[in-house]
């Protein structure tokens, strides 16, 4: 085994070891925010809430906005084939 082999093993066992440490002496890092536990009443559950309300009123705009302009277009080609026709 060639000694740059070796060194990255050694690099990943070390990190491997670090983070198994890390999960097991630090419960708190691992813990789940307001939102992933289900805190109804948390700050953050709201403003995630108010967010996605926010963007499926924006997304609802743009599609009417989109269905109008096609309504509007249907009715001036029917409008314009009506006055080209004898």
């Known amino acids: 085994m060639s000694k740059t082999m070796r060194t990255s093993q050694q690099l990943r066992v070390l990190m491997t070891a670090a983070a ?3 999960l097991m ?4 890092v691992v813990l789940a ?3 992933c536990y289900g805190a109804p009443e948390a700050a953050q ?9 926010t ?3 924006v ?5 009417g906005g989109f269905g109008g302009m096609i309504f509007c277009f249907a009715r001036r080609a029917r409008r314009h084939s009506a006055e080209m026709t004898p």
């Open 20 to 22: 198994v440490t890390l």
């Open 25 to 28: 002496t630090g419960p708190r």
């Open 33 to 35: 925010c307001a939102v």
């Open 45 to 53: 559950t709201r403003g995630m809430n108010f967010g996605i309300i």
């Open 55 to 57: 963007m499926l009123g």
């Open 59 to 63: 997304t609802g705009v743009v599609l």
